[in-house]
């Protein structure tokens, strides 16, 4: 605690005597100091005991005391000491009712005690306030300290949290709260997820204080790590503002969860390198061998149908980085193995077959769906079919599929087997398939525009009754001779048979691209 006014009233060697304001006297005293200016306000920071003889001041007029001693107060002033025997034998009556009116504490300082001896005093406790408040901290830095090797994060939190008689709180790269003490603060801090969002979206390191209502408590966010997106945050929640102690705790925390989390990079680099081998060992087509590599890291991965996602992005992007968290965020709140290899502008994720991971990367890319900036900056995701070790680079050629798909429509995310179940001829959309059509229909149209017939629409009809010219003929509403010469006028201006499949097909197909383009 900081000096006060009642310690230093209780200092055997000052014999200070209190003459007014005896109820406000525990008010912490941050400096003495003394000045015999008229109006020495311009010069106080607030919490000083301003000690004066009266050399400058009538201090017998009432109505100037009141001025005097008002300022002092309003100033911030938490004491006035004055000196007797030196201008005054006594404190003028008029100082001591301005005082007492204004609820100043003022205190009589002997002849015998010099301000210097009060200074003194003042200094030396707040001193050994400092000395006090950096011991705590250092014995806290130890405490937490051990708490981190014995426990982990968890232990540090609960030792956190009774350092500063608070909570605290641990969030991951997502934002998701990981761990909590005591156990009731998880509610309390999960309801800052927005605030943390915001403090990860700045540089590392990086703070900020939220304020709560009257009834809840203050509470301080820290980033941790060193690099450009923080891959986590703490949360402190006390009372009231920490003192120098509570301050040298926090800050301890903050270091040694950044050196966890360093360290935790560390690590994840490495499982992120075995992560590589082993799809790489998948694609080549030797599961025997990447079971072998993965051991306990992603064994259990293997063990059942998995999925495999391909993301394209801009290379070490936000895009990219945000569904790498999102997808090993998920893994470690629901315990889940999952493979995650960044490749560039690509990044790989191999997660299982209907698990939270691969909910978790839907659920990113449908968040992000309307919210793309610029087409290069946009996120786009290809999702394989389920699949086994062996089937591995099926799935994966199926993710690439699936991705190229997504771009072409100027979609976030789409499955596989989405396409296997629908229709092909929303991929006739695309301008290159339009391009196409529109040369190889070109003079088909050209001829049908100058009024000599309607080999175009009649194409159409033979076509869609597998060339059957009766049905045709009579979709057409005319004889089956006149639609064999249009069919040989068809044959005639596009120099193709008929009779080969690849034509008929390639034909049908512009057909289609056209009539959903008019469509």
Known sequence: MPPTLASLVHHSALKLTVRAGEDRLDAPVRWA???????PVPYMEGGELLLITALKLDAEDREAMRRYVKRLAGAGVVGLGFAVGVHYDDIPEALVEAAREEGLPLLEVPRRTPFLAISKAVSAAIAADQYRAVTAGFAAQRELTRQTLTDGPEGLLAALAAQVDGWAALYDASGAVVAAAPDWAARRAARLTVEVTRLRERPAPASSVVAGPEDEDRVELHSLGTGRRPRAALA???????????????????????????????????EQRIGAAVLRMLLAGEPDHARAVAGDLYGALLDAPFRIIVAQGEANGDALGALAEAAESAAARSGEAVLVVPEGERLVVLAADGGTVVGACCDHAAA????????????VVGLSAPAGPIAASAAYKQAEQALSVARRRGRVLVEHEQMAAGSVLPLLADDAVKAFADGLLRALRDHDATGRGDL??????????????????????????????????VEEILGRSLDDPDVRMELWLALKATSADTA
């Open 456 to 489: 175009v629409a009649s194409l159409r009809a033979w076509l869609s009754r597998h060339g059957q010219w009766d049905a045709a003929a009579a979709d057409l509403g005319v004889h089956r001779p006149t639609l064999r010469y249009r069919m040989r006028r």
């Open 368 to 379: 992000r769906e309307g919210a793309r900036k610029t087409d290069d900056d946009e996120l």
């Open 236 to 270: 402190v929640g006390t009372a009231a503002a920490p003192g120098t102690a509570e301050r040298y705790a926090v800050h301890s925390a903050v270091a040694l969860l950044t050196l966890t989390t360093e360290r935790s990079r560390s690590l994840h680099a490495a």
């Open 33 to 39: 100091h003394a000045s015999e200016l008229a109006d």
